[in-house]
């Protein structure tokens, strides 16, 4: 039996969109909708907010920022939907833009409208009827590191994306910028986090290279095609993306990336197809990774444990919106066990020097 397709369900209370003001946009930017506006939300991830928008038998995806975010930089929504753009003219698995409003009148804050790919994602839970053998297991993360070696080799200024690439040093800016955003939103004495932020800024390599990355390349945000999902037919997410270097890339990957031998802490938050049996551990994705690429990978403990520390800060962004009340989501009050656990996570892999078991 294949999966079903991602699903949307009922609009979480205090983050519903005025129908009416949304559906007259609609009308302006689409011209006329064969029958009613209705809006569902997508429940997973906990960024920005990402809603299905069924107007007439046609279905759209929207993206806008929290409610309860301040923070303009965190959610810049025009940045994302220029990115996707001009990315989806050249890279067929970004999603299509169709609308982008920045008039805070409609639903109060920028957003942008793309067409849906539908397709299976696959999170913490195998979907109900999927049986994943070895073999498709394996062919599952082979996929998933030839699509970031094939991301990776787009040429971005051929698709204009020239504009996203800072001068100067890449590495040593994401170390200093992420133990800073540690420190401005920090709540909890987390002394494993701390001495891995001094352990890599002790450690600043040069860049490798400089390609279009993704910043949030996991299974979470990959669309498989349900007949075959070994097919990635789409990238969701773009909101991280820029100009940089692809090694800081593959350790955000593989801080997302659970192993057989990991805590069911971890795995819990992760996904499922990552630990079953035939499925690559870390290591092996970055030697495949390596395979397909020609990169040395041999620091990548390096990027692994800055990976583990972005997750980590990231959550306690979050965490620290919910501890602030700036937020009433419940699910962010349990964030801070994996702040503490990605913390445990660094501090293993520096003491044993190695990102799998």
């Not at 987390?190 to 990355?213: G, H, K, S």
């Not at 964030?335 to 520096?350: C, D, S, T, V, W």
Request: charged share 25%.
């Amino acid at each position: 039996m294949a999966p079903l397709p991602d699903s949307a369900g009922p609009v979480r209370p205090g983050e519903e969109l005025e129908l009416p003001k949304l559906e007259a946009f609609l009308r302006a930017q689409l011209g006329a909708l064969d029958g009613p506006v209705s809006v569902e939300q997508f429940r997973h991830g906990h960024s920005n907010l990402t809603y299905l928008i069924h107007a007439g038998p046609r279905e759209l995806v929207l993206r806008r920022p929290p409610f309860s975010s301040k923070v303009k930089s965190a959610h810049d929504m025009g940045r994302e939907h220029g990115i996707l753009s001009r990315l989806c003219t050249h890279y067929p698995a970004a999603p299509r833009p169709v609308a982008w409003c920045d008039d805070p009148e409609v639903l109060g804050a920028p957003f942008y409208l793309m067409e849906r790919v539908r397709g299976v994602i696959l999170r913490g839970k195998a979907p109900e009827g999927l049986f994943v053998s070895p073999t498709l297991a394996h062919d599952c993360c082979e996929a998933f590191a030839k699509g970031l070696a094939d991301l990776h080799a787009l040429d971005f200024n051929a698709m204009g994306l020239e504009e996203f690439h800072r001068p100067g040093h890449y590495v040593a800016r994401q170390v200093n910028g992420w133990r800073e955003r540690y420190q401005n939103s920090r709540t909890d004495d987390i002394p494993d986090i701390e001495n891995a932020f001094r352990w890599l800024a002790e450690r600043v390599p040069p860049d490798t290279d400089t390609v279009l990355i993704h910043n949030d390349y996991k299974f979470d945000n990959l669309v498989l095609d349900p007949a075959d999902l070994t097919l990635i037919i789409g990238v969701l997410d773009w909101e991280m993306c820029t100009i940089g270097d692809p090694l800081m890339d593959l350790g955000t990957s593989l801080s997302y990336w659970s192993d057989a031998e990991d805590r069911d802490e971890l795995k819990s938050m992760q996904c499922f197809l990552t630990s079953i049996p035939g499925a690559y551990n870390r290591q092996q994705v970055a030697d495949r990774y390596a395979a397909l690429t020609g990169r040395d990978t041999s620091n990548i403990l390096f990027y692994y444990v800055f990976g583990l520390l972005k997750l980590a800060v990231i959550m306690q962004q979050i965490y620290y919106r919910f501890k602030m009340g700036t937020t009433k989501d419940q699910r962010f009050g349990a964030l801070i066990l994996f702040i503490y656990l990605m913390g445990q996570m660094a501090a293993k892999a520096i003491e044993t020097g190695k990102i799998s078991a």
